[in-house]
């Protein structure tokens, strides 16, 4: 970076090696252009208490002090999503500001401030984070769009980044878990994060901060598909359902609501609708089954909720606790009161809304309509 003598002076030279890592020459920060190899010239803005090294070409900006960063518009961000090792979260690591840079005066030096909003935010310092409230930190996955939302405590004024085309592995990891680790950090350069190293030595640092963001999910990504478990799979749960069935209730599982309860399950939603009385009951049973996790076991987020209306809530608990009612560790209970320890959990639209949180791996809906707010955090949703 070319400085001159006042610069030098001012800053000094454990800051100016520090910026070293947290400047990055993508674009101009005077006309927006690229530098492409080009070396930026570094100059220091001044705004009252705000102090911020910004990055220019030689041509537009010479070294040295100047008042206030005429436009924020040419700040570039970068981020990367990725798998950093399996069975754990993705990694969403963003460089927020890669041309410029917060400072303030410590007295007898200086500090870099860049990431004292998101630490005073509630995001730690640590790679052990907590999960954010979502008014503060909030991801959503389009298809193959991750983006992340960051509110400032304190104001309305949202930061977002995105990443698109994730791969499958990285898909299936959100999926499964629901939430992402989100690294917010200076020191990425802008090119990809190739492994954990990249993300563990800038928090050791102190270059960092961490939050994990719970992530809410579009409509269409939450519709069922044979990608989440093998048709033959369903095909043979289905068969040892119907056994049961027959002997639990002393009724035959008939083609139709089998049937039904198959093409729901690779997101053709048109059938189950037209099911009534026990045909639609066991329909709903059915694709209940596939994405009930056994022995939930008070994990907030991971059963299956049923909504629908309240003069047959009775009879539909009745009914899935006597098909479930021996299968060791599985339980069928009431919202809201068995919200969290349920495998599958039914209720009436006022039940459901008395439930501290609408998250799980499926929300059925059946003649019945919640808020968009309430489906985000679902995995899948199916309405019927």
Same mark, same amino acid.
């Given at each position: ?7 030098? *002076? &001012? ?16 674009? %101009?920060?005077? $006309?927006?252009?690229?530098? #492409? ?8 803005? +001044? ?11 030689? *041509? $537009?900006? *010479? ?5 206030? @960063?005429?436009?924020?518009?040419? *700040?570039?961000?970068? %981020? ?17 500001? %890669? ?21 005073? +935010? ?7 984070? +907590? ?13 193959? #769009? ?9 104001? +309305? ?13 990285? &898909? ?36 960092? =901060?961490?939050? &994990?963001? #719970? ?25 040892? @359902? ?10 035959? @599982? ?10 729901? $399950? ?8 037209? @099911?009534?009385?026990?045909?639609? /009951? ?62 599958? =959990? ?8 008395? $439930? ?21 955090? /679902? ?6």
């Amino acid at each position: 970076m070319k400085t001159n003598a006042r610069i030098r *002076k &001012m800053l000094g030279r454990d800051l100016l090696a520090e910026l070293e890592h947290h400047l990055h020459p993508l674009d %101009c920060q005077t $006309c927006g252009g690229p530098f #492409r190899g080009r070396e930026p010239t570094l100059a220091v803005h +001044s705004e009252g208490e705000l102090t911020t090294v910004a990055l220019h070409h030689r *041509k $537009c900006l *010479k070294p040295g002090c100047y008042g206030p @960063l005429q436009t924020s518009l040419h *700040k570039s961000w970068r %981020c990367s999503a990725l798998l950093l090792e399996e069975q754990s979260p993705v990694f969403f690591v963003v460089n927020p500001s %890669c041309e410029t840079v917060q400072i303030e005066t410590t007295g007898n030096g200086w500090r870099i401030t860049s990431l004292d909003m998101y630490w005073n +935010s509630g995001l730690s310092a640590t790679l052990v984070p +907590s999960v954010m409230p979502p008014e503060t930190l909030i991801a959503t996955l389009d298809g193959k #769009r991750l983006t992340v939302t960051f509110t400032p405590v304190g104001t +309305s004024l949202p930061f977002t980044w995105a990443v698109g085309g994730l791969g499958e592995r990285t &898909m299936k990891a959100i999926d499964s878990y629901a939430t992402i680790a989100v690294v917010v950090t200076t020191a990425l350069n802008g090119g990809p994060v190739r492994g954990l190293r990249d993300v563990t030595e800038p928090i050791a640092k102190g270059w960092a =901060a961490s939050g &994990m963001a #719970r992530v809410h999910f579009t409509p269409e990504t939450q519709r069922l598909r044979f990608t989440d478990f093998d048709p033959n799979t369903i095909a043979d749960l289905f068969g040892v @359902l119907k056994g049961i069935i027959k002997n639990r209730l002393g009724v035959e @599982l008939e083609d139709r609501p089998a049937l039904a309860a198959f093409a729901t $399950c690779d997101g053709k939603y048109d059938m189950l609708p037209l @099911l009534s009385g026990m045909d639609r /009951y066991l329909s709903m049973l059915l694709v209940a089954s596939v994405y009930a996790p056994s022995k939930t076991k008070g994990t907030p987020g991971e059963g299956v909720h049923i909504v629908m209306p309240d003069q047959e809530v009775d009879t539909v608990v009745k009914m899935f606790q006597t098909v479930f009612a021996d299968l060791d560790g599985f339980a069928t209970g009431r919202l809201p009161d068995d919200y969290a320890t349920a495998d599958i =959990a039914i209720g009436t639209l006022d039940q459901y809304n008395a $439930c501290p949180t609408g998250r799980g791996r499926l929300l059925i809906t059946d003649r019945v309509t919640v808020t968009a707010e309430q489906r985000a955090p /679902y995995r899948r949703v199916v309405d019927i």
